[in-house]
C-alpha cells in the first residue's frame, strides 16, 4: 500500500539538485508546486512529504515556506548521517530536528538516518542503537537507510564520486546486508526496533535484490518501507514494466514513494540533478504514477478529479478524520491537525 510519496531527494545537496542551473530553488518551488497539485487531483488523501534534506537547514525550510511550497504539502522530510558525513555529533538529533520543527508548522520525517560499517561493523552497531534511543517517538516515520550495501560495480549517486575520498567510499557500505548476502552485526539488532523503525532502500533498474529484500523485510519486522520511482528510468525499455513488479513485490508494505531524477534529455543541461526545462512533465510524472499504484480505492469515497487544490486538501483532511483512510492520524502526527484545523 502507498501511504505518501516525496516530491525529489535532498534538494539542497548539489548530488541531487543542481543549484547552479537553479541558484533561488524558484524552479524547484514551482516544479513541486505543481507536481503536489497533480497528485492532489489523482488521489487527494495521499500523504505528499517534502524530499529529503541534507543537510538539515532551517534556512532552507523557510526558504521553501516563503516560496509556497511548505503549503501544498502534508510534511518535511530530513536526512542526517552524524557519523558518515554531517558535522554534527550524533548526540545533537534532538536539536538537529528541533530545529526544523520549531521553524515550521508540518510535522517532520525522518527519511533516511543511517551509519556505515566503512570503519567497522561495531561502529554501525553502536549507531542504530544510539540513533533509536536518541529519535523513536520524536516523528511519525523513522526510515533507515539502508537493508543492503551499494554493489561496488555501481556507482554512488554524489557530483565527484572517487575524487572525495572516503565521504565517497562509505556509500557502498551503508546496509545492513553485505553484497555478499552475509548479514552484518546490526542486522539481527535492527529487528528490536520495528515496527517503530522503517527501512529507505533504492532499487535500481530491475534490481536483482528485489525478491530477496521481501523476504529479509518480512524477516526483520519492518512495516514503513521508503523507495523510488526513477523519473529518469520510465524512459528504459520496459521501464513500466519494471514498475509493476517493484510496486507488486512491495504491496504489503506501508510504502513512500519518491520521484526524483530528471531525465538527462529533459534536463535544462543533460544531468540527473537538472531543473527539467518543462516543469509540467515532472507532474504529469508524478501524477501518472500515482494514478496508476495509488489510485483512490474503489468506494473509498474519494473523488479523482477536486476542483482546486484546495478543496483536495479538505477532502483529504475529512477523509482522515472519517477514518476512510486508516491510520492517517498516526502518519501525519498531531502537530499537522492542530495547525490546520
Not at 538537529?96 to 560499517?117: C, H, K
Request: aromatic share 12%; with cysteine.
Amino acid at each position: 500500500m502507498i501511504e505518501a510519496v516525496t516530491f525529489w531527494n535532498e534538494p539542497n545537496n548539489k548530488s541531487h539538485w543542481d543549484f547552479e542551473v537553479d541558484p533561488e530553488w524558484g524552479r524547484f518551488a514551482e516544479m513541486v508546486k505543481r507536481a503536489s497539485h497533480a497528485v492532489r487531483k489523482k488521489n487527494p488523501g495521499l500523504i505528499q512529504v517534502l524530499g529529503g534534506t541534507s543537510p538539515i537547514d532551517a534556512g532552507f525550510a523557510y526558504r521553501l515556506e516563503k516560496l509556497g511550497v511548505l503549503q501544498c504539502l502534508d510534511a518535511f522530510g530530513v536526512h542526517g548521517f552524524p557519523l558518515d558525513w554531517n558535522h554534527w555529533q550524533i548526540n545533537e538529533w534532538p536539536e538537529r530536528l528541533n530545529s526544523i520543527q520549531s521553524a515550521i508548522l508540518l510535522p517532520v520525517w525522518i527519511t533516511e538516518v543511517g551509519v556505515s560499517t566503512f570503519g567497522a561493523d561495531e561502529v554501525q552497531l553502536f549507531g542504530l542503537q544510539r540513533s533509536a534511543e536518541l529519535l523513536k517517538g520524536l516523528v511519525p516515520r523513522i526510515h533507515w537507510y539502508s537493508l543492503y550495501d551499494l554493489p561496488k560495480a555501481w556507482p554512488a549517486t554524489t557530483r565527484h564520486r572517487e575524487s572525495e575520498g572516503s565521504s565517497y567510499y562509505r556509500h557502498f557500505y551503508m546496509g545492513l546486508v553485505r553484497e555478499d548476502g552475509t548479514e552484518k552485526l546490526s542486522y539481527r539488532e535492527f529487528a528490536r526496533h520495528t515496527p517503530e523503525f522503517g527501512i529507505c532502500q533504492w532499487f535500481h533498474f530491475n534490481d536483482h535484490r528485489l525478491e530477496d529484500a521481501v523476504i529479509r523485510l518480512q524477516d526483520l519486522g519492518v512495516r514503513y518501507l521508503r523507495t523510488g520511482l526513477s523519473w529518469a528510468d520510465s524512459f528504459r525499455p520496459g521501464a513500466l514494466d519494471w514498475f509493476d513488479r517493484q510496486i507488486d513485490a512491495l504491496s504489503q508494505f506501508n510504502l513512500t514513494i519518491t520521484f526524483c531524477f530528471t531525465p538527462e534529455h529533459l534536463g535544462i543541461v543533460p544531468h540527473h540533478s537538472s531543473a527539467p526545462r518543462d516543469l509540467d512533465s515532472y507532474a504529469e510524472f508524478c501524477a501518472e504514477m500515482v494514478s496508476r499504484y495509488a489510485a483512490p480505492p474503489v468506494g473509498s469515497g474519494l473523488p479523482s478529479l477536486p476542483a482546486f487544490p484546495e478543496v483536495a486538501r479538505e477532502v483529504g483532511k475529512v477523509a482522515r478524520h472519517s477514518g476512510l483512510l486508516a491510520s492517517s492520524e498516526q502518519l501525519l502526527g498531531d502537530k499537522l491537525f492542530k495547525a490546520r484545523l
